[in-house]
């Protein structure tokens, strides 16, 4: 029983991190209407996620990391700020013209899309992770429930 907790426990939290991603675009774009600003609403939303992991970061005790560590990571590591800042103002300027299924389930299918390249090129450092005719299978599903969900 432990083994099976152990085993399902990351696709729980996974599956939470998914939850929380579904009302993600939501929350931000209400808010940026509530505030009758996209781009602060964007600012506040990332001020109060800095100051999050600031005290997550403070609770879990994590050393910050020297000069020289931060200076030797690659130029794209420093991306994902970035990325996300992309993410979040699309999900403002797009969740309320198209609504946050149709929102989520092509950012979903770009998702997997993307992760099978990263994956069988091994993009990123990461361990290469072939693509196979399942995985194609499963993705062109995903990109087919798109066409449903916007189609429907």
Not at 107 to 123: E, K, N, P, T, Y
Request: net charge positive.
């Amino acid at each position: 029983m432990r083994a099976l907790v152990t085993s399902m426990l990351p696709l729980l939290l996974a599956a939470l991190a998914g939850v929380a991603t579904a009302y993600q675009p939501g929350v931000n774009a209400r808010f940026a209407a509530t505030v009758d600003s996209r781009m602060h609403a964007g600012v506040l939303s990332f001020a109060v996620g800095t100051l999050a992991m600031i005290v997550i970061a403070i609770l879990a005790r994590a050393g910050i990391p020297s000069a020289e560590r931060v200076a030797a990571a690659p130029w794209w590591s420093f991306t994902g700020g970035l990325l996300g800042t992309f993410f979040v103002i699309m999900a403002i300027v797009l969740v309320p013209r198209i609504g946050t299924l149709n929102y989520l389930a092509a950012v979903i299918a770009g998702q997997l899309i993307a992760s099978a390249a990263i994956d069988h090129f091994g993009h990123m450092g990461l361990a290469v992770r072939k693509i196979t005719p399942g995985r194609l299978l499963g993705v062109g599903l995903m990109v087919a429930g798109v066409a449903c969900v916007r189609l429907s």
